[in-house]
């Protein structure tokens, strides 16, 4: 069937209730466009042959009534999420051949709604990049090109092959982890949706250690709905990861289209850096009158510490990957 790797999560998701398709149709699908695909090097592994199983027990799922969340849809994860016996290299040839015999807890939560594994995404060697440039397996190409231009752009990094794959639709959404950035600046640089959760919202365990008390797991997605679908299936509290955070999870989705008339939305001056592109400004003004438009009120704050963010990550996070690695 053609036009199935356009789908978002949420379409997808209603497609296969009303049996428009199937999970394995969908899956096979995607694995026709990452073979097509190739020349991006955003997967470094593909597991066609767990995708069609794990397809077919959804299809099973879905005819008896007992669909999970994401049941039937095709995720790519970064290559820094233990997945039992299948290749977790955080894409470093220092860890040639591993295959854990465990699962990280946020691949447990998705694999237990229902979603299927297309393969590991290329990432920044140990997740320390933001241009998918220091991968052993290569660079990964962003899918986008300049207006009149044929010359590659980076997709940014670390989770830069997580942000390629979404962008191409060679997934329909994808595992990323975020340190300093790792998941909104290559979202930024995809057109595609990311977001950092709070500390403590997603489960380290099982995840390639770059510094602890700053890393994250979160989604990248096409759109918000996907996103918060996403970040659903994967927060949990657990108890082999001692920083999560035994609060439930809010039903993130259910959220979309609240009004925000009268909220207050601070706009940090010193986040208007010197030197910024004009269009990227334009961007953010327009994204002040959406909010505006919506009956937001927006304020100019200050955050005087800004200067000394960049300063404190890097004494906090190479000390802490010493450590860890």
Known sequence: MTGLTALTIAAAREGLKRKEFSALELTEAYLAAMERARALNAY??????????????????????????????????????????????ACSHVLDGFRPQYESTVTTNLWRDGAVMLGKLNMDEFAMGSSNETSYYGNVINPWRRRNSNASLVPGGSSGGSAAAVAAHICAAATATDTGGSIRQPAAFTGTVGIKPTYGRCSRWGIVAFASSLDQAGPIARDVRDAAIMLKSMASVDPKDTTSVDLPVPDYEAAIGRPIKGLRVG?????????????????????????????????????????YALPAYYIVAPAEASSNL
């Open 267 to 307: 706009i940090p001056k010193e986040y208007r850096v010197e030197g910024m592109p004009a269009e990227i400004d334009a961007l953010w003004h327009k994204g002040a009158e959406w909010l505006k438009e919506q009956g937001a009120e927006i304020v100019e704050i200050s955050l005087p510490h800004t200067k």
């Open 44 to 89: 470094v592994v593909e597991t066609a042959d767990k995708a069609r199983s794990m397809a077919q027990a959804s299809d099973t799922r879905l005819a008896i009534g007992e669909a999970g969340a994401l049941e039937g849809i095709p995720l790519g994860i970064k290559d820094l999420f233990a997945t039992e016996d299948v290749h977790t290299q």
